[in-house]
């Protein structure tokens, strides 16, 4: 596995297994970046790149909001330069150096590094495919924005995975998280055919089974 330094990012790229192809090499971009060697992805013909956060709260998150737990950060709200940095700096260098194919161009993520994958869809054409696991949809009105506004990149093709049993155990607005999670699957299901997924898992279950599903899929479609 390859590690470099884009913009303000560490980068992680792993091969895919059948090697890379003489032209251009479709392309897999993960947020938390870290979870390439935590689960040891793999993927058979598409490069897979992660992205490591500096500061996730405020990276993955569209807009500023307060904390829902009690002595934890506030979220910074800023996705939009995270996405700003990851089109005009970190893309294009990766582009160059690996001879990816423009066309064929995934992203994606898991809880709020899924979100994150999911909001782009409102703010760049890039990308061929949108996945995200676990989604952290009850996120303060992504819900109501994603029900809302109007799409740019509508020939995406979206991958989204929850889990029946996310939010158990806690008292604040994560305790909602299946129902806000299935109002974004219902609104991208009718506006643009996205695949959805509800399992009866939790949210840190089953995460190296989901991964596996969700690369397969990104790869067939690529």
């Not at 940095?85 to 809880?111: C, F, Q, R, V």
Request: charged share 25%.
């Amino acid at each position: 596995m390859e590690i470099l330094n884009l913009g303000l990012h560490r980068i992680g790229v792993r091969f895919p297994e059948k090697g890379l192809r003489k032209g251009k090499n479709p392309a897999i971009l993960l947020n938390d970046g870290e979870l390439i060697e935590q689960l040891n992805l793999r993927t058979e013909r598409a490069v897979l790149v992660g992205v490591s956060p500096n500061n996730r709260l405020s990276e993955y998150t569209p807009w500023p909001e307060p904390a829902i737990r009690p002595g934890t950060p506030d979220f910074g709200g800023q996705l939009g330069q995270y996405h700003r940095e990851l089109n005009n700096e970190i893309l294009p260098a990766l582009i160059d150096k690996y001879a990816l194919d423009t066309e064929k161009l995934a992203y994606g993520g898991y809880s709020l590094g899924g979100l994150a994958a999911v909001m782009s869809l409102w703010e760049t054409e890039v990308f061929a495919s949108v996945f995200s696991l676990c989604g952290s949809f009850w996120y303060p009105g992504v819900a109501d924005f994603i029900e809302e506004h109007p799409l740019l990149n509508r020939s995406a093709r979206v991958y989204l995975q929850n889990g029946t049993r996310e939010g158990e155990g806690h008292n604040n607005r994560l305790s909602e998280a299946a129902a806000y999670a299935q109002r974004v699957h219902t609104a991208l299901r009718t506006v643009c055919g996205a695949k959805t997924v509800f399992d009866d898992t939790g949210h840190h279950d089953r995460q190296n089974e989901r991964f596996c599903t969700v690369l397969r899929w990104v790869e067939q479609i690529l």
